[in-house]
């Protein structure tokens, strides 16, 4: 199994700025996803993150918005670039096991946009 | 495109048996997972279905009928602490995962 951490566990921004969420997994695993979900809502993928190349998005999400960094196989971050209140909700990471079949999630950022 | 459709809702009784529905329209994947999210609470992994047939994980079971284009998750015995968030996922051929819309379950006493 896998424990991945994920820092902050929650902010409030202002419109227009920019927060960076760290994730940190305590194995080296060679795919990282990251997700939004909206309370009370489902999971929606917003891009794999692979180490040592560019990450891969989601229609509907574009590298300007939510650029990811994929260092290391341990660490990833997205970035969550001129925010609006739209951009209020959970984010979450994940990464799977050796054999892909089961994801491990981490606590997630609980984002608030004033 | 791909999405997984769940009731949005499901009330029980302790003690009862209650099954999750998911149907699905996907090109293709490699199987359908089934997670647990209690509030405020990161999902949880709770099976996996690569084949068709039923697996069975204690009280949970969840079966899977590709022909059919469908999958339940099945919890048997049911506890207070079994009310969650459930839902479905296919593991897709990139080894993504595309979650359903998910099924609220509220457990009575």
């Known amino acids: 199994s896998a424990v991945i951490s994920q820092k902050p566990s929650r902010d409030i921004c202002q419109r227009g700025t920019s927060l960076t969420i760290q994730c940190q997994v305590d194995s080296q695993v060679t795919m990282m996803f990251w997700y939004r979900q909206q309370p009370g809502q489902s999971l929606t993928l917003i891009a794999t993150a692979n180490q040592g190349s560019e990450a891969t998005y989601e229609s509907g999400f574009v590298i300007d918005k939510f650029p990811i960094s994929r260092p290391n196989l341990t660490f990833s971050t997205l970035t969550v670039s001129n925010m609006s209140p739209e951009d209020s909700s959970i984010y979450l990471c994940s990464a799977p096991t050796s054999s892909y079949n089961e994801q491990f999630f981490g606590p997630g950022t609980r984002l608030t946009v004033l | 495109g791909q999405s997984l459709e769940q009731p949005s809702e499901v009330t029980a009784v302790e003690g009862a048996i209650v099954q999750i529905n998911c149907t699905y329209q996907?090109?293709?994947?490699?199987?359908l997972s089934w997670y647990q999210q209690h509030d405020g609470g990161a999902p949880t992994f709770l099976s996996y279905n690569a084949l068709d047939g039923l697996e069975e994980t204690g009280r949970f079971s969840s079966f899977l009928s590709r022909s059919d284009s469908y999958g339940y998750l099945l919890l048997q015995e049911l506890q207070m602490k079994d009310s969650a968030s459930y839902f479905c996922?296919?593991?897709?051929?990139?080894?993504?995962?595309?979650f359903g819309t998910g099924t609220r379950l509220q457990v009575f006493p």
């Open positions: 996907t090109s293709g994947f490699y199987g």
């Open positions: 996922a296919v593991r897709s051929y990139t080894d993504k995962l595309i």
